[in-house]
């Protein structure tokens, strides 16, 4: 809760905000493939382990979210920052926007079938409003409106926010260490295999479609990281 609803939303407030109006205004192919490298990333897995391996539904989209939702809300700010630059915060805000607004309702929506709680049209309406409503989601949103609308707010105010959108990458993995240490780590094909997709195959998969349409090295560099 602290990261979802006020570390991490803060952060990607101030990355946006610092952001240059001409930089975002120029990131559009970046984010569209992007997006659509996330979704495809949760789909294909979740079609193969449907159509191919005949598995459960529950099962299939639970292995495509471990493989098409990567974690880039929580380690992207201290990671792809160093690596990308300025740009790394927009490539956040999308991916969280994909994940957040498609993805996830979109298994709670599968899983919701699955259990036979109820049918998919209220269930879409009802996460869809949900998500939306978390300041992850309107919190970036807000920022680029603001950019593109030339509305500058006071550096006090930006600063503020960045600085306790830095604690969002150490409370993350100070967190998984918690998780680590209560539960014991089991290593099985089952769980071995959806790691090897989500960290060689669909990045991997990725990297060859976008040198087969040649686009350029450097929008293949920040999706695939």
Request: hydrophobic residues 55%; contains cysteine; glycine residues 8%.
């Amino acid at each position: 809760k602290l990261v979802i609803l006020y570390t991490l939303p803060l952060g990607l407030f101030a990355g946006m905000m610092l952001t240059p109006r001409e930089v975002l205004m120029n990131m559009g192919p970046q984010a569209l493939i992007l997006a659509l490298a996330l979704a495809l990333s949760f789909f294909l897995p979740l079609l193969f382990m449907r159509l191919v391996l005949r598995k459960q539904l529950a099962q299939s989209t639970l292995i495509a979210m471990v493989i098409g939702m990567p974690s880039v809300l929580f380690i992207g700010v201290p990671v792809l920052g160093p690596l990308i630059g300025t740009a790394s915060t927009l490539l956040i805000v999308v991916s969280g926007l994909v994940q957040n607004l498609l993805i996830l309702p979109v298994c709670l929506i599968l899983m919701s079938m699955a259990a036979q709680e109820g049918g998919p049209g209220r269930s879409w309406n009802h996460h869809l409003l949900h998500v939306a409503c978390q300041p992850v989601v309107w919190a970036p949103v807000l920022a680029i409106v603001l950019v593109i609308g030339r509305i500058h707010l006071p550096y006090f105010l930006i600063d503020s926010c960045q600085l306790l959108g830095r604690a969002t990458g150490g409370i993350v993995l100070f967190g998984a260490g918690v998780v680590l240490q209560a539960h014991r780590v089991v290593l099985q094909p089952s769980t071995l295999w959806p790691v090897f997709g989500r960290n060689i195959l669909m990045p991997g998969l990725c990297y060859g479609l976008l040198v087969a349409f040649e686009i350029s090295p450097d929008i293949i560099r920040q999706t695939v990281l």
